[in-house]
C-alpha cells in the first residue's frame, strides 16, 4: 500500500451521507457525526496521514457531487461537516497517542532513575528513548530559582541548544522534582559541560552537579544521586560554584559517611568554642575564612571585614580555647577536618 491509497473503510458512507445531505438540505445528525470521529480516530491509529486522508475525502466527494446546482451549498457544507468531524477525531486519537507517549516516557524515567524495574527489561526500554544501557552515562543535574516540567520554556530553551549543537547523540533531556536533568553517554563530556553552560544561563545562575560516569543499566542511578549528593553537599558548605563536578568532590561524601565519628570529631575539636562569649559562630565563620583562603591571614580578614590584627586575635583565642593552632601544620588537617564536619552537620545549630 503506498501513501496515497486510503483504504475505504476510512470513507464508509460519506457518499451516501453526501448524496441525501444534497438532496434534502438537512444537516449531519449526531451518530453521523459521531461516525466520522470515530473513523478519524482509526485512521490516526493505523498511522495514515491527515493530508491523504482529507484528500480521499475530497476525491470521493467530488464523485459524488450533485449535479445540480440548488444542491451544491448544501453539499459543499456536508463535506465541510465530515472533514471538520474526521478531522476532529483524528486530532483527538493523536492527542491521546501523545499523552500515552508522555506518560510511557515519565514512566520508564522514574524507573530509570530509581531502579525499580528489571534492568534487563528496562535496557530494552532504554533503546526505544535512545539510550544504550550496556554503555558508561553520566548524569547531570540543575536547579534553579524555580521549579521546572518538561513543557516549560527553560527546559526546552536548554533542549534546543542541546540538539542545535550535538543532534540527539543518544542524550535524554528531562525534567524530575522540579530540576533539570541530562543523561548522557560518559565518554561524552562536552555534552554535560554545554548542558551546566546553558541550563546556568537559562535558570538565571542556577547551579549546576555533574555525576561520574558509570557503566551499565544501574550505572544512571548512580550518577543521578551521586549528582543531588553532590548539589546537597554545596548547599550545606555554601559553595557557590556554578558547575560542580562530583569527582572534584569525592572527599565530603567520604567525610560525611559515618556520621557519629563526624560528630565526635567536630564535638571534642570544636566544643570548646560554644564557651566563648559571643558562642561558637563567629569563632567557626573565622576558621572557615580562615582555611578558604588558603591560610593566608590577610585574605581571610578581607573576607571578613576585619583587621589583620583582629583575625590574629580570633585566631589565637581559637586556640587557647582548643588547644589547636590552624597556622600549626600539626593541628590544621584536624581542624580543617572538623570544620568542614560542622557545616556539614550543620553544627552548632544542627549538631549536638
Known amino acids: 500500500m503506498t501513501e496515497r491509497e486510503i483504504p475505504e473503510m ?22 453521523e457525526i459521531a461516525s466520522r470521529r470515530a473513523l478519524g480516530e482509526r485512521a490516526a491509529e493505523a498511522g495514515f496521514g491527515l493530508r491523504s486522508l482529507v484528500g480521499a475525502h475530497l476525491s470521493a466527494a467530488r464523485a459524488a457531487w450533485p449535479r445540480t446546482a440548488d444542491s451544491a451549498e448544501a453539499a459543499l457544507a456536508a463535506v465541510e461537516q465530515v472533514v471538520d468531524a474526521f478531522a476532529e477525531g483524528y486530532e483527538r486519537a493523536q492527542r491521546m497517542a501523545v499523552r500515552q507517549e508522555e506518560a510511557a516516557r515519565r514512566e520508564f524515567i522514574d524507573d530509570l532513575l530509581y531502579g525499580r524495574s528489571d534492568l534487563g527489561r528496562l535496557a530494552e526500554r532504554a533503546e526505544r528513548f535512545g539510550l544504550r544501557l550496556s554503555q558508561e552515562h553520566a548524569v547531570a543535574v540543575a536547579r534553579g530559582p524555580a521549579a521546572y516540567d518538561e513543557g516549560d520554556p527553560v527546559p526546552r530553551q536548554v533542549e534546543r541548544a542541546l540538539i542545535g549543537r550535538f543532534g540527539d547523540r543518544s542524550i535524554l533531556l528531562t525534567t524530575k522534582d522540579g ?6 553517554p560518559g565518554h561524552q563530556g562536552e555534552v554535560l559541560s554545554h548542558f551546566a553552560k546553558q541550563a546556568h544561563a537559562a535558570t538565571d545562575g542556577g547551579q549546576v552537579a555533574i555525576g561520574r560516569a558509570q557503566p551499565g543499566p544501574g550505572g544512571v542511578v548512580q550518577s543521578y544521586e551521586e549528582a543531588l549528593s553532590t548539589l546537597e553537599f554545596a548547599e550545606r558548605l555554601g559553595l557557590d560554584d556554578p558547575v560542580l ?3 572534584d568532590l569525592l572527599v565530603y561524601p567520604v567525610l560525611a559517611r559515618d556520621r557519629q565519628a563526624m560528630a565526635d570529631l567536630v564535638q571534642h575539636t570544636l566544643g570548646p568554642l560554644t564557651t ?8 567557626l565563620d573565622t576558621l572557615t575564612a580562615y582555611f578558604d583562603a588558603g591560610c593566608v591571614a590577610a585574605e581571610a580578614a578581607r573576607r571578613l571585614s576585619l583587621s589583620v590584627r583582629a583575625l590574629t586575635y580570633r585566631l589565637e583565642r581559637i586556640h587557647r580555647l582548643t588547644g589547636a593552632h590552624p597556622s600549626d601544620p600539626s593541628h590544621r588537617y584536624m581542624l580543617q577536618t572538623a570544620v568542614i564536619g560542622a557545616r556539614l552537620l550543620d553544627w552548632p545549630s544542627g549538631g549536638r
Open 10 to 31: 476510512f470513507l464508509d458512507g460519506c457518499a451516501e451521507i453526501l448524496t441525501e445531505v444534497a438532496a434534502t438540505g438537512r444537516r449531519l445528525t449526531r451518530d
Open 179 to 184: 530540576r533539570l536533568l541530562c543523561i548522557a
Open 245 to 247: 563536578r562530583a569527582a
Open 276 to 283: 566563648a562569649r559571643g558562642g561558637a559562630r563567629p569563632l
